[in-house]
């Protein structure tokens, strides 16, 4: 389960008096508690993001099928995206959303030249992908869709290795719509990006672990007469 965590020694701590004055007196709500401002004095090199104002270390390290699956997918993405306007980068790039919105998506596409900054990208991507794994999985699917939705990016995939899925949010007046959910045999089509098109099969190609079948159809029992 995703927590916030302190990020150590290494980054700036509020004192008694700025947790105090943090309190707000419309609704009793709080500013963040961390910043972007933080993020850049953070000295160690564990990976961070910060969702409204709380971090979270991004650890573990990811695991070698979900690496398998990002590289896929950058592979298929990148041969695409090649001498069109949208550039597509790969983590770890942070993405500040806002000054208490600092993410790292697994993949991300920027249409607008402007947003690429040397160290970082300035506001919302057309297109985020976040692939699911154990430790992350609540908040790429609950904190990460609805802070995606909030700061406006357009396209938002969610991959889950196994069983292997892609859930394809498209945005509309502010929330996530399921445009598509797609299984091994499919061919992923991007809504937003017309001919960007992705065989699952190629993507998902891995050996299963012990525990794990492919869901195939069955003979139901003979008719009783």
């Known amino acids: 389960v995703s927590r916030p965590l302190s990020p150590g020694a290494a980054r700036r701590k509020l004192s008694r008096t700025e947790e105090d004055s943090a309190v707000g007196e419309a609704g009793g709500q709080g500013k963040p508690r961390y910043t972007w401002a933080d993020y850049q004095t953070w000295g160690d090199d564990r990976r961070w993001e910060i969702i409204g104002g709380d971090a979270y270390e991004m650890s573990p390290s990811p695991t070698s099928r979900h690496q398998r699956v990002v590289g ?3 592979a298929a993405m990148h041969g695409w995206f090649r001498g069109r306007p949208c550039q597509l980068f790969v983590a770890p790039m942070d993405v500040v959303l ?7 998506p697994d993949l991300l596409v920027v249409c607008d030249a402007r947003q690429i900054r040397r160290t ?10 976040e692939v699911l794994s154990d430790s992350s999985l609540q908040r790429d699917r609950l904190l990460k869709t609805d802070l995606y939705a909030r700061h406006g990016v357009k396209e938002f995939w969610l991959v889950t ?3 292997p ?3 394809v949010l498209l945005l509309r007046e502010g929330r996530y719509e399921v445009h598509a959910v ?3 045999e499919r061919t992923l089509a991007s809504p ?3 001919g960007l ?10 050996p299963l672990e012990p525990g794990e079948a492919p869901l195939v159809p069955q003979e139901p029992p003979a008719p009783r007469y």
Do not use: K, N, T, Y
């Open 165 to 167: 899925i892609v859930e």
């Open 161 to 163: 290795p196994w069983p």
């Open 120 to 129: 970082h990208i300035a506001g919302a991507p057309a297109l985020a992908v």
């Open 72 to 74: 896929e997918l950058h």
């Open 182 to 184: 797609l299984g091994r």
């Open 197 to 206: 098109q992705i065989p699952l099969r190629e993507v998902f190609d891995f």
């Open 98 to 104: 806002g000054e208490a919105d600092v993410v790292q």
């Open 192 to 194: 937003s990006f017309p």
